[in-house]
Each structure stands twice: as C-alpha cells, then as structure tokens.
C-alpha cells in the first residue's frame, strides 16, 4: 500500500532545494558587489528509520546487513569561500585591495565591523570612511609623523588643509675654488674728510688729539660751520647704497643721541657695513673694520680681503638725515685702494622654523698656498635676516690638499638669530663642503665657482596628495615637496574567517567559532599586503553557479515527481476502499 512517509520525504527534497536556490540566488546576485566572498549550501541525509540492524556472521547463516529506509534530507549548514577575488585597478589612489586574508577596520555606529571592500573616500570632517559612512580605522602619527601603534584611531587625511614647513638642516654646497688665483695682499680702504671736537666738548679729546673716542656727536663741529655742531640729538645717521663686491649692502641707520659717541658711530659703521672685524689683521697689517686716528680726526675703514669683500663708499652712500627730513651729506669719503685676491660669492635660501625663506650670502677667500700641501680658503658668511645688530654670521678656514680635496671638517655650523620673527632662535644650520662627489674642491681654474647644490629645508606647503604602501603607511604629499607619514591602515586576522558573521553592508562582525580579530598592520602575520588604487572584486565563479542552479533545479523538480507518485498511488487506495 502507498506509504505516507514519502509524502514527507518528498518535502524534505523540496525544502533542502529550495534553500540551496536561496544561497545560489545570493551569489548570482551578487556577482558585481566588491569584495563579495560566495557561499554554498551542504546536504545531509536526515535520520533513518531501522527495521533490523542486521545480524551476524554464524555457523549456518552468512549474517544480515542492517535494513533502513531514509527520512529524506536536511541542510547540514553553509560555508562561506573566503578565497581572494581578483585585484581590478581602478586608478583611484583612495581604493584598497588586500591581496593576502587580513580584513579592513571599520566603526560602525561605535562597533568594529571587519571589511574587504576598500572603497574609501573621505568626508566633510577629511575622515576616511567607506561607501556607507563607516570609519577606517588605523594607527595616527604624533607631532613628528612617526606611526604610534597600539591604539586604533580614525583615519583622518585632511587634503588642503594640513600645512607644512621645515627648517633647514642641512645645505650641500657644490663647486670649485680657482686654486691659481692670486692670494689677497689688502683689504679695501675708504678715508673720511676730518672732524674736530668743540671747543667745549665735555669730555674733551685730550692734549693734541682732534678727536677722541669718546666724544660724544653732538660734541663734533661741523667743518661747514665752524663752532656750531654738526650733529643734533633726534637726527638719523643712514647708511644707503654701499656696494660689497657685486652685492649692495643693506640699509642701516643710527639715531643720534645726547649720549651717543664717536665710538658708537664706528660700531655702527661696522655693523652697517658688514665687516667681520674677527680674523685678526689683513696682509697689509691693516685691521678690518672702522678705525679713528684721534690726532687728525681722520676716520677709515679698512674691508675685509678678497675682491668679492672690496667696499665701494661714495660721500653720497653716508648721510645725515634731519628730523624734518632734510638730508646732508658731510661724510666726504675717499677710495684709496679696493681689495684684491681670488674670492668668489654665492647666495642662497635657507628655510626656518615657520617656513619663512631666510637669505645667506657667503663668501670663499683665498687667504694662503702652502707649496707642494694644497691651499687655505676663508669663508665669511652674512645674512641680511639676522635679526642681531649685524648681518655677520662666521668666519672660519677650510684647508684643502694638494689634490684639491677638502681635509678639513666638511661641515660647518651656522647661526642665526630670529629673536622677534616667530620662528625659532637661534635658527642653526650646516654647511657641507664634502662627503659626496659633489663636493667642494680646490683645483686650478679660470674663475672660481660656488653654489648651494641643495637644502633639506622648504616652506610652507600644503598636502595635495596621499597613498597608500603596501604596508598600509599613508604617505602624504605637499606643495612644498615635502613627504610624510600621516597613519597607517591596521587590519585584522582570524583563525577560523569562515566562523564570522555577515553583518550585512559587506560587513562582518565576529562569531562564536571564528576567534578573535587581531589586529595587526599588513605584511604581517599573514595579514597580505594593500594594493593602493584598486579593489578586490566578487570571488563568485558564475559557470558553477550555473551549474548548482541547474542541480538544485533538478533536485526540486524530483522531489516534487515523488509527492506527486505517491499522491497517485493514494488515491488508488482510496478508490479500492469505496
């Protein structure tokens, strides 16, 4: 007789089948979203009903196999193909792939979901998010853009607004000095007309002097107008259009004084006009700077040697200004000599703390030759953005050998002051004369020559620009050139992934058996590495879906045949009980 088990058996097929056309349908549809990772659904029989288990083996028998009629099927579960998709470029420097098992970081509504979709753009707030809004999560860097790992943070790259400036450290210098240039006999030479004291200058200037150091300006006479003084307190003493070589000298200017002296007049002039008054007398046994012969009254002022130091002072270059505005000229100075000796100049910009460009001019001088052991250069370095009285920075001697190469330290220390500008002072930098094939020599030439081949310094620069390594490091790009790290992408591994849950929104959140994530940045535990400008695509194999489908289609239609059979086969029972 028709047996109603079937009926129920049959409706196992066509349940089990129908969840497999479920799981089929997903990855099909599912075929063009990123990162999507197939699943597939397994069969297992469902438990047997046992008319006999079967006996053994005896003396007059061979013994029975076990006789047991199916229940028909079940699901036994689902699992899920975590394998890599293929790695598409999309030339989009924002999108991620994750060519190795580790998972993306996300925040979602403060949870982390774990990700392989790498879609990431950036919000309002410059935060890296996903297509949904969830935040990447990562490693920050501190002040000095180093990674700081440990804590995972959002990931915030904040194209055009992060700004950027780095102080000079280092400026490479690059050149030849003409080592058959003449050595400097002289420095240059300028002569004032002469100035007498008062007859009432307190302190007078001492039996047969003119003139002493410490007369005070207003004390001098004015030698258009004798017994009237030539200067009045509340004038301005200006120093405008000196030229030091090929170079003009910058504008200076000293405000007389009731107290102001005549050695206060030389300092300035000094430091008016730049001259370094520290490498001891010039060949000639004159001393640089400005000097006052107190019997005539007569003031000079000696430069330093080398032609690229030589002063050209005109009587129209040192004026007297009236605080009406009136100008005058009194100073009549006289050229007796310029400087010679091979000497060469070169300018170049440095950069401080705040970015702000900060001119040095620097100056080689041949100072000796040592016969058969090579030759000695001077260097005197100057910047007019030195914010101290003067523009004088350091002097100092490089020894170079007989084969023209540097034997001396090829570094030299540099300070500025920038007390008053915001930056940070003193501002210290260093002058490298060696260490490279570009270095500096010393060679027999026409002319010499010298320039700043580089400086690791820049201005203020804005990020522009980012990518992202294989190690998940963000390195970001400025306008100034400049590169830095900005973060690094963590990701997370799991012993068993296939336990994870899909949390939906190509996220999935930890299960019972898939352990927990550790986090970890990529290229490391097995983690894979990023692939910055491409994403990871769908892993679904749609001929073999195809196929399941075709299968599970089979499969149901079957199970559906053996409900109808036994359906026939009950209603021929019935008709025989009418």
Known sequence: MASTTAFFTGLTGLSANARNLDVIGNNISNVNTTAFKSSRMLFASQFNRTLSAGTAPGDATGGTNPTQIGLGTTIAGTQRNFSTGSVSPTGDPRDLAIDGSGFFIVNRDGNNVFTRAGSFRQNTANDLVTISGERVQ???????????QGVLTNINIPVGQLTLAEATENVRLSGNLNAGGN???????TTFAALGALPAAAPPPGPGNALALNTRLIDVQDPAAAGSPLFAAGQTIRVSGVRKGTQNVPNAELTVAA??????YLTFLNQALNLNVSQGPNPDGRSP??????????????????TANSLDIETADINLVQPSGAIRNPFAATTTSTADGESVLTSFIAYDSLGTAVTVNLRMVLESKQGGFGTTWRYFAESPDNQDVTDVLATGTLN?????RLTSAPNIGISIDRTGTGAQSPFNFNLNFGGSASAVTALANNNSSLAALSQDGAPIGTLNAYAVGQDGIITGGFSNGLTRTLGQVAVATFANPEG????????????PNSGSALVTTPLELGAGKIVGGALELSNVDLSQEFINLILASTGYSASSRVITTTDQLMQQLLAIGR
């Not at 050595?183 to 030479?189: H, I, N």
């Not at 107290?259 to 206060?264: A, G, K, S």
């Open 138 to 148: 990562g490693f920050g860097v501190d002040q000095d853009f180093n990674v700081v």
């Open 183 to 189: 050595v400097p006999t002289r420095g240059s030479l």
């Open 259 to 264: 107290t102001t002296t005549v050695q206060d």
């Open 289 to 306: 700077g400005a000097a006052l012969d107190t019997a005539t009254g007569v003031i000079t002022i000696v430069g330093n040697v080398g």
């Open 400 to 404: 170079f050998d007989a084969s023209g």
């Open 500 to 511: 994870l849950v899909d949390a939906g929104g190509n996220g999935f959140i930890t299960g």
